[in-house]
């Protein structure tokens, strides 16, 4: 098969220097910054601030949603452009969603598809711009993989929702302008008909956001404490979440694709080259050497799978397995790699300590291999997702959702 990509038009290798002039600019002061984890607890105000800064410029620019129509902050651009500011970011070690250190990436997708025209006119601008951190606020504390046993209550009061409940992130520090959350709008109602989908100030009354340290990083729990959240902020209508979460959990679980080249491989070959032990460097060590094979062939089909999906997603075919498939694989991939980096790096890919190593990823790389079993659902809901697109063990195939 073949999977190599067009070479660029003559507009859009004119495109690819103009991307390249103004990162090649702006990127500047940032060399020192690894772009570790997005959960990672060595992530610095420092990182953080300069993330949040380009974002504002490439937001200004229109190029965080180039493909998005301009009326709400988009570019109006085409794939091609979008390809080429991925592939172009993704020199830098980052990725157009990661830049932003938000989910706005997941969360303007599922306005454009569910909101009204005054929700996307007021939600959608400052989205685009990179001005607001989002945070997704799904799980809860009883259980994650059933979100649609949702236990926060949001009950219509006149304009108002009474929000009532808590939910757990696994995020940052750094405080968050929206919540996107789940809820349950009507607890006498039927299973799946009984929920919504809610965009939060987060600085309403009433919510509390709460850090614990763990394994991953900082995790917060939200307290929602009778929060009275303006009816205008209800997305997708009443008692419709479900069809919100089908959509956006597609998007969230790999069905969005992806065009990156995850950094870390590259990362571990600068360092084996430069490393030395017993006399000589350790890319001269043939079980060094296989390691860095199997790591490679890993993240090289995990690239293609997230490829394909990319493709599939924008033009609107989505592909029955394919989003369940590549996260299941990327979780694997990751713990694999978790044991690669430490197999290669031995103790020193478990010390924290920066000044130890030459590059940063790797701790954080051994310490969220298992927990990343665990973002955003479970292998286990994986499973269960390629197994009813299949139709295994049923008389039929369930549909995979169209995501924008
Ligand atoms: C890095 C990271 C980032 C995260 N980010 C966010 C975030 O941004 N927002 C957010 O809301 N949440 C976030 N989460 C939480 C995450 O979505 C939940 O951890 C996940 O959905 C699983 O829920 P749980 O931890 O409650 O486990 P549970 O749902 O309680 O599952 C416990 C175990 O039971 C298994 N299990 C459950 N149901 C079934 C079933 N029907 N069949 C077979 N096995 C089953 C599971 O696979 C698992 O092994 C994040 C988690 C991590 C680790």
């Not at 290798?13 to 002061?29: D, H, I």
């Not at 968050?176 to 929920?195: I, Q, S």
């Not at 919100?244 to 790999?254: F, I």
């Not at 991939?333 to 690669?340: K, Q």
């Amino acid at each position: 098969m073949d999977f190599s990509l067009q070479p660029d038009s003559p507009e859009i290798s004119a495109f690819r220097q103009e991307v390249r002039a103004w990162l090649a600019e702006n990127m500047k002061g940032s060399e020192h910054l690894r772009w570790s984890g997005n959960w990672s607890t060595r992530e610095n105000a420092e990182e953080y601030k300069f993330r949040r800064a380009l974002a504002g410029k490439l937001g200004a620019k229109r190029w965080l949603f180039p493909t998005y129509p301009v009326k709400y902050g988009g570019a109006g651009m085409s794939l091609d452009h979008q390809f080429v500011l991925e592939t172009e970011i993704d020199k830098y070690g980052l990725s157009l969603g990661s830049v932003f250190y938000t989910l706005s990436r997941l969360v303007a997708p599922a306005l454009m598809k569910f909101g009204t025209e005054e929700q996307k006119a007021e939600f959608l601008p400052p989205m685009m711009g990179g001005e607001l951190a989002v945070w997704q606020v799904l799980t809860e504390p009883q259980g994650g993989s059933d979100v649609a046993n949702c236990q926060t209550k949001a009950i219509r009061d006149g304009d108002d929702y009474i929000v009532n409940g808590q939910k757990v992130l696994v995020g940052h520090h750094l405080p968050p302008d929206f919540l996107w959350t789940f809820v349950c709008t009507n607890p006498a109602g039927k299973r799946h008909e009984n929920l919504g989908w809610l965009y939060i100030p987060a600085t309403l009354p009433g919510i509390t956001i709460q850090h614990m340290h763990l394994m991953m990083g900082i995790k917060n729990a939200i307290f929602f404490d009778n929060v009275r959240v303006p009816a205008k902020y209800l997305v997708g209508g009443e008692n419709n979440g479900w069809k919100v979460a089908n959509s956006y959990l597609e998007l969230e679980h790999g069905g969005g694709g992806s065009v990156a080249e995850h950094p870390l491989f590259a990362r571990l070959i600068a360092h084996c080259q430069r490393t030395n032990f017993d006399g000589e460097s350790l890319m001269e060590d043939q079980d060094v050497r296989d390691v860095l094979a199997e790591m490679l062939i890993d993240l090289d089909v995990q690239r293609l799978m997230g490829l394909r999906n990319f493709w599939h997603r924008y033009v609107k075919q989505p592909h029955s397995y394919g989003g369940p498939q590549f996260l299941f694989l990327q979780r694997m991939v990751r713990l694999r790699n978790a044991e690669r980096v430490q197999k290669i790096c031995g103790y020193d890919a478990l010390n924290p300590d920066d000044s130890v190593h030459e590059v940063a990823d790797f701790e954080y790389t051994v310490r969220s291999g298992p927990g990343w079993l665990h973002g955003g659902g479970t292998l286990d809901t994986d499973r269960l997702i390629i197994a009813r697109r299949l139709g295994l063990g049923r008389p039929s195939q369930e549909d995979a959702p169209t995501t924008v």
